[in-house]
């Protein structure tokens, strides 16, 4: 049975997670994506 590596590990300093593949940085990434857009129609509902 082959281990697979975890998308995220523990940070060696400080507190949380840090991505630790492909699969990880993509997930960081979108959960980056969906906060900038929902900042951004927000702020554009607001100013309407």
């Known amino acids: ?3 697979k ?3 995220f ?3 060696r300093t400080g507190w949380g997670w840090s991505p630790n ?3 990880g940085w ?3 990434a ?3 994506a969906i906060i900038i857009a ?3 129609l ?3 509902a607001l100013h309407h």
């Open 38 to 40: 929902a900042v951004v």
């Open 26 to 28: 993509l997930i960081t």
């Open 1 to 3: 049975m082959s281990r």
């Open 30 to 32: 979108l959960a980056v």
């Open 5 to 7: 590596n975890p998308w």
């Open 42 to 44: 927000t702020r554009g």
């Open 21 to 23: 593949t492909w699969q």
């Open 9 to 11: 590990r523990p940070k």
